[in-house]
Every structure is written in C-alpha cells, then in structure tokens.
C-alpha cells in the first residue's frame, strides 16, 4: 500500500535524501505535502517534481514568491508555523517526516502525534527539548516514532524484537569530527571554514559544526534517553572513525548487538520509511574484509567540552536541555558568520546554562520562552566578550 509522506525540512540535507527513497520508489511513497524555511528555488524544483498538494515555506516573503513562481501548477502554497502545522494533520497523510533542523518541529511533530501519523524523526531538538511531551502525546496516541538520525536508526534496529528490559547500556557511536585527535591548543582561533570538514558524512552547515564540537552527539544522548526509555547514565559514547559500526546495545547477559554499514544516510532514512520491511539500495555494500578492523576511542571530553555539557544539562533535566540547545544554536549561528571563534561555542553555551532558573516540567510556552531567553542571553554574552 502506498504512504503518502509529509516532509518539512524537504530543501535540507535530509528532506532532499528523503526525497531520493521517493523517486526511487514512486509506486511505494508519494508526496502529499512539503516544508521548508525560505529556500524558494529550492521547493520549486521538488514542486514540479514531486506535485505535492500543498507546499509551505516558514518564511512568509519566500511564500509569496513561492506562489507567484508555482501559480500554474495545483500545489496550494502555504506559510508559517500555521502552515506546517496544517500540513502535519493532513487527513491522508500516513507519516509525517521531521527533516527541520532546530526547534522550529516541536509544534508540527506534536501535531502529527495528535493527528495520529507516524512520526519518521530526524530533528533530535524536538526530542531533546520537548522529550516528556512527545513521548507522552506518542504514548496517549499509539504512535509509532521511528528514529532517522543513523545513530538512533541503529539502535532502534538492534532492539527489534529484543525486551528492553534487558538493556544494560546503549553504545551511542560518532566520527569524531573534523578536529578528532586534536587538543584544545590547537582550536585556538579556529573559524568556520576550518570545521566544515566532516571525515565521512555529507551534513548540514549546523550538524557539520555540532559533530566537530560534540555537541551533537550530547543532543543524541538526550534523544536516546527518550526514545529508548534508558537512563543518561547508562547511554556510554564511542568514537568509531571509520562510521561503520552505527551504534550497538549491549545486554545485561554480555552480549552486543550492532548495526554496521556504510556511512550513507540514505539507508537509515529508507529503513523508517519501509521498517520492517527492507528494499534493495543503490550505496556501496559493506566489505568487512576491506574494512578489516574496527577502530573506537573514548571521547576526549576535556578538549571538546559540548558532550559533557549535554550530560550536565541532561542531569539537570526540566528546561536546562532547551536551554543548552538553544544556547548551541545561537552560537553556531554567530561562529558560521564568523562573529565568533570555534572555542566560545562551549563558553557561551556554558554561561547561558548557568544563567538560566531550571523549570522542572515545562510546558511548551515554557520550552519557546526559554528557547527565546538563551538566544538572548547568547548575543549578550557574545557582544559584551564576557
């Protein structure tokens, strides 16, 4: 039977690899829907590809030019917030693809949970900040999250068909980044264009510079806690350099169940949209003899200081996450615009942290205005270099 996809974030990185597994597979996927922030060029293409019923841009500018550039075709051109939201509840719509990057889908995903849609998840922010709201709305509806991120997407199938009780620790895996092995001295003035260098993955301008810093694999510890109901503590990361082995769980009789393969997102993004079902895919099958060994390390969390902050903030719980991340955010935003060096990320993330009051169990006006509030805090840290 056919699945009618909505995917917000269909310009990024992910919504355009999710949108590969589509044209692969047209008699199995269609499009009934698209979102994105305000890439105009972008959704036209996938516009008249695609021919989704409707098409929004968060930004309302890029909207109306979107409308004037599509105005003879049948998609209806949405904007905003409202118009994700509204396309999250499409009544034929049958999963709903999260691809956004930020918080921007906590609304939408919520709604799709209450709409009663598969979630296909690949924003860990909607998890790391809203987890107790996603997880209890997912729960309320029945709803089924399957995970994109590889990482994530590999535990899930680790855990297939195995009793989650009897978990004794994730082992939640990462390249290292484009500074691994590196020590602290030698980051000293670094800008952006020396950290978009990730070894082995094709990522975003943002993922590209929370892998080099940590800071992603901190925001996939708390997403891990939530998607799999396992205590921080029990939630151990390794740096596999080569980005073979994707993840493992390790079982309280010893035993390690991993997922291995080639670094390409196209296959986790396939897996949530067929499990349990597999298809074929056109990447490099893995070659263990060429592989030959596999490499892990601990991460060096002395020199990149954005895992143990997550931990730290994922300790603290209630609204401290929203606030690293929204920290996080803001300060990659100023690093890639070259406001700032590679080092402050971790000191404003660290001062925005310790400037916040924790709210136990926030509700979600609670979570945006916290949001609000460590972006604020950021800019003022930054502009005053204190």
């Not at 922010?125 to 996603?134: D, K, Y």
């Not at 991993?258 to 490099?284: G, N």
């Not at 996450?321 to 890639?336: G, I, M, R, S, Y």
Request: charged share 25%.
């Amino acid at each position: 039977m056919k699945k009618n996809l909505v995917i917000i974030g269909s310009t990024g990185s992910i919504g355009t690899q999710t949108l590969d597994v589509v044209r692969t597979y047209p008699d199995h996927f269609g499009v009934l829907a698209l979102a994105a922030g305000k890439n105009v060029k972008k959704m036209e293409e996938q516009v008249r590809e695609f021919h989704p019923k409707f098409a929004c841009l968060f930004d309302e500018t890029a909207a109306k030019d979107l409308s004037v550039r599509i105005a003879d075709t049948d998609t209806k051109v949405l904007a905003g917030m409202d118009g994700m939201v509204m396309e999250a509840v499409m009544r034929t719509a049958d999963v709903f693809v999260n691809a956004v990057v930020g918080m921007i889908g906590i609304e939408p995903t919520l709604a799709a949970i209450n709409a009663g849609k598969t979630i296909a998840l690949a924003n860990k922010e909607t998890l790391v900040t809203a987890g107790h709201l996603i997880t209890r709305a997912a729960e309320e509806e029945d709803v089924s999250i399957i995970p994109v991120d590889s990482e994530h997407s590999a535990i899930y199938q680790c855990l297939r068909n195995e009793n989650h009780k009897r978990i004794d620790k994730i082992l939640l895996t990462c390249s290292g980044g484009t500074f691994r092995g590196k020590k602290r001295a030698e980051l000293v003035h670094l800008h952006a264009k020396d950290a978009l260098k990730n070894p082995n993955w094709d990522m975003g301008a943002k993922v590209t510079i929370d892998s080099a810093s940590l800071v992603n694999k901190g925001l996939e510890v708390m997403e891990a806690r939530w998607l799999f109901d396992v205590p921080v503590d029990r939630i151990e990361v390794l740096v596999q350099p080569q980005s073979i082995c994707h993840s493992a769980v390790q079982f309280q009789d010893g035993a390690v169940i991993a997922q291995l393969a080639s670094p390409d997102m196209h296959l986790p993004i396939q897996y949530a949209l067929t499990c349990p079902d597999r298809f074929p895919l056109a990447i490099k099958p893995l070659d263990l003899t060429e592989v030959g060994s596999l490499i892990f390390e601990k991460p060096d969390t002395e020199t990149f200081r954005g895992l143990p902050l997550a931990i730290q903030a994922a300790k603290a719980g209630g609204s401290m996450p929203t606030a690293f991340n929204a920290a996080n955010e803001e300060a990659v935003a100023l690093f890639l615009k070259d406001k700032i060096e590679f080092l402050d990320i971790y000191d404003l993330i660290e001062k925005a942290m310790a400037a916040h009051q924790v709210i136990p169990n926030p509700t979600l006006e609670q979570i945006l205005q916290t949001e609000k509030e460590a972006r604020e805090n950021v800019e003022r840290f930054a502009a005053s270099g204190s």
